[in-house]
């Protein structure tokens, strides 16, 4: 089977494509012939070198979100059958229920081997089943990113319909956030520095738009587009220098899903940072999610009508060029390569 594998931990120059013997399944397992995956800003702070694993864990095949198909099933498989299409989920031990350390211990593309690869098994309760209305290129785009925006917003914070949701830039989170707003009922604003990106943004449902180059305090803009009153939602990726201006943003008692640092540095780190008791601010790190989350997504999205939004499709051979383009930032939604 052919098969990208990170050799070393810094460089993209380490990720290299050979041909490996094919997965055995065991026991409950799958295999599952991979037919379309895509890129989280997560896949190029891997293969640069940026995060702590996949420290021992060399050569690993990288990359967390793919789907295919079954081509093989386990004596202990009951509930998948060859031809099958499904997506395994980014943390294959979290089947379902409340966050614990041990159902987060392994992770695709990280601390375990990932999805960059023609063949790959996991145990059947760590794949969702893909609905009939999404493609694989489609169904690819939804295991970190869409799983992150619906933990945050759905299974945390029980968006409804009024509510206001603020989205910092046009990344796979964030436009999954907006679909989810929308899906909703939801008021949706969300900030680009690129009027472009914000117009694709408007495509899609966005209410209101802010370059936050042209606007550099988005936070009071915010608080000026729902009349004073501040969002109650806040999808925060950009770190610490965005988080001052969530903050602004957020009305009283509401939450900032704290989901990563793409603009650099933890919330946690930003100087002088005060957080109000008066505000009653809710301040939850979201670490993608569960398969149960991943089932749930897929349902809604499929039953509604809405698919997620695709920037740009790479071929496999093209591996270097997603990930050049992805580090860019120039995409909008999710970047997808097909094998």
């Known amino acids: ?18 041909t ?9 397992q799958v295999k599952i012939n991979i037919k379309a995956v895509s890129l989280n800003f997560r896949d190029t702070a891997v293969t640069r070198g940026g995060f702590a ?33 499904v997506s395994p989920n980014f943390f294959p031990d979290w ?16 601390s375990t081997d990932g999805v960059l690869a023609e063949y790959v098994v996991f145990s059947e309760d760590a794949v969702a089943k893909i609905p009939d209305f999404f493609t694989f290129e489609e169904a690819a785009a939804f295991p ?4 992150t925006a619906w933990h945050s917003l759905v299974t945390k914070g029980g968006i409804k319909a009024g509510d206001t949701v603020l989205l910092q830039g046009t990344g796979g989170v964030s436009v999954f956030g907006l679909q989810i707003a929308k899906l909703f009922g939801a008021k949706a604003i969300i900030t680009s520095s690129s009027n472009e990106k914000l117009e694709q943004a408007k495509a899609l449902g966005a209410d209101e738009v802010i370059n936050y180059k042209e606007t550099p305090d ?15 939602f806040i ?15 957020l009305k009283p008692g509401g939450s900032i899903y704290v989901i990563g640092a793409v603009g650099g540095g933890a919330p946690g780190q930003s100087e002088g940072l005060f957080l109000s008791p008066l505000k009653m601010v809710n301040l939850q790190g979201i670490y993608v999610g569960s398969v149960e989350m991943l089932e749930e997504i ?37 970047i997808v390569v097909t094998l």
Request: charged residues 20%; contains cysteine.
């Open 20 to 28: 490996f013997d094919e997965p055995t399944v065991t026991g409950n």
């Open 95 to 110: 089947h379902g229920g409340r966050f614990s350390a041990q159902k987060v211990h392994r992770s695709l593309g990280g």
């Open 144 to 147: 970190c990113a869409g799983v």
């Open 235 to 249: 999808l925060e990726v950009g770190g610490k220098d965005t988080l001052p201006q969530s903050l602004e943003a």
């Open 53 to 85: 694993y996949p420290g021992e864990k060399l050569p690993m095949i990288p990359l967390s979100d793919g789907a295919g198909v079954v081509t093989e099933v386990g004596p202990d498989v009951h509930h998948l059958k060859v031809g099958d299409r």
């Open 218 to 232: 988005w936070g009071k803009k915010a608080l000026e587009l729902t009349n004073g009153q501040g969002v109650d």
């Open 1 to 18: 089977m052919k098969a990208y594998k990170l050799h070393a931990p810094k460089g993209w120059e380490n990720l290299k494509a050979d």
């Open 298 to 334: 897929f349902t809604a999205f499929a039953a509604n009508g809405v698919k997620p939004a695709i920037g740009q499709t790479f071929g496999f051979d093209q591996m270097h060029q997603a990930l050049e383009f992805m580090s860019n930032g120039s995409h909008f939604g999710k």
